[in-house]
């Protein structure tokens, strides 16, 4: 049980190259999140997911494109990477994304550390 | 608005000496709150969480957090810190979007230094 898996782990990309990140859990969880850390201003919701095929926004969104084809896999995408996106990127799922109980508490992956010069 | 607030970026406290960190949120329902932690260069660690009943709840590593509702406060508390608690700390909050769903918001997260 490999939990919430992350790749790559660091990444450095040039002004306007386009990358993913991927992100797999094998806890068959239907709720999967990924938030971006940057010094002194915690985490942030990027995008979520409450199932295959449906996805919304969080609270920066700007930038970034996501899908989720199956229950398993959560990339993220950017499509033309900007020097303000250098930040660590933490996915997480949890068995459901409605409303809060021990259901829905989030198991995180070990984070994406990736920088845009 | 919805919001999370940990009033200190920093704390520094002696091993050994009991540690308290601050949270407080804004929100006109009852709260879902959640304390993780995080070690350098890790992810995320669950050390607590409150859904409901009893306002003192224990976590793990000897943690525990305490509810108070009129203070809108979910402050975390240690009775005796060893130097492995040096770490980011971040107190979290379920709030509901308008998709019906409900997200975690972080605070900004207090750094805990141990001094020997």
């Known amino acids: 049980n490999a939990g919430v898996t992350q790749t790559p782990k660091f990444q450095v990309l040039k002004t306007g190259q386009s990358m993913t990140l991927q992100c797999a859990q094998d806890?068959?969880?239907?709720?999967m999140s990924w938030y971006r850390q940057d010094p002194g201003m915690g985490l942030r919701l990027i995008h979520y997911?409450?199932?295959?095929?449906?996805?919304d926004q969080g609270e920066v969104p700007n930038g970034y494109n996501v899908s989720r084809s199956t229950t398993e896999d959560f990339p993220l995408r950017l499509l033309s990477a900007a020097p303000s996106q250098t930040s660590v990127y933490f996915c997480?799922?949890?068995?459901?994304?409605?409303?809060?109980?021990?259901?829905?508490?989030?198991?995180f992956g070990a984070g994406s550390r990736l920088t845009v010069l | 608005a919805q919001s999370v607030t940990q009033p200190d970026i920093h704390i520094t406290v002696s091993e050994g000496a009991s540690l308290e960190l601050r949270c407080n949120y804004s929100?006109?329902?009852?709260?879902?709150l959640f304390w993780y932690v995080q070690s350098p260069g890790q992810g995320l660690q669950l050390l607590l969480k409150?859904?409901?009943?009893?306002?003192l709840v224990q976590g793990i590593k000897g943690f525990e957090a305490e509810f108070k509702r009129s203070q809108s406060s979910f402050n975390l508390r240690k009775p005796s810190v060893h130097w492995s608690d040096a770490a980011e700390y971040f107190c979290?909050?379920?709030?509901?979007?308008?998709?019906?769903?409900?997200?975690?918001?972080f605070g900004k997260g207090t750094m805990l230094l141990v001094s020997p």
């Open positions: 997480a799922s949890s068995l459901t994304g409605g409303a809060p109980s021990g259901a829905n508490v989030l198991t």
């Open positions: 806890m068959n969880h239907e709720y």
């Open positions: 997911s409450v199932g295959a095929g449906i996805t």
């Open positions: 929100y006109g329902a009852t709260p879902y």
């Open positions: 409150y859904f409901s009943g009893d306002t």
């Open positions: 979290a909050v379920f709030f509901p979007r308008g998709s019906g769903y409900s997200t975690l918001t």
